[in-house]
Nanobody, 115 residues
Framework: QVQLVEFGGGLVQPGGSLRLSCAAS????????MGWYRQAPGKQRELVAT???????DYADSVLGRFTISRDNAKNTVTLQMNLLKPKDTAVYYC?????????WGQGTQVTVSS
């Protein structure tokens, strides 16, 4: 009963920036965690950044200092600002939401960093 709609993604040159956003809709009591994961070809899905309702943030070491996660609890949205993008950031990015111990995922959006 939770839907996640993602916006953003696309093709960008190395060193460029992209902004991803995700909005949750449906019926749920509250959101425990909201954030982003990514999956590159031939690799497992990995954490990018998550943020709890209390504001605690986990960043992957590979994106620390370049990516910034933000969250609007009232609007049930989460945003990922990606700066200084590298070719290794190329992946499908998935919005993730945890509520009541259940995991929900967005459809994924492609981010390609290439010259």
């Amino acid at each position: 009963q939770v839907q996640l709609v993602e916006f953003g993604g696309g093709l960008v040159q190395p060193g460029g920036s992209l902004r991803l956003s995700c909005a949750a809709s449906g019926t749920f009591a509250n959101i425990n965690n909201m954030g982003w994961y990514r999956q590159a070809p031939g690799k497992q899905r990995e954490l990018v950044a998550t943020m709890s309702t209390a504001g605690l943030i986990d960043y992957a070491d590979s994106v620390l200092g370049r990516f910034t996660i933000s969250r609007d609890n009232a609007k049930n949205t989460v945003t990922l600002q990606m700066n200084l993008l590298k070719p290794k950031d190329t992946a499908v990015y998935y919005c993730n939401l945890i509520t009541g111990g259940a995991n929900y995922w967005g459809q994924g959006t492609q981010v390609t960093v290439s010259s």
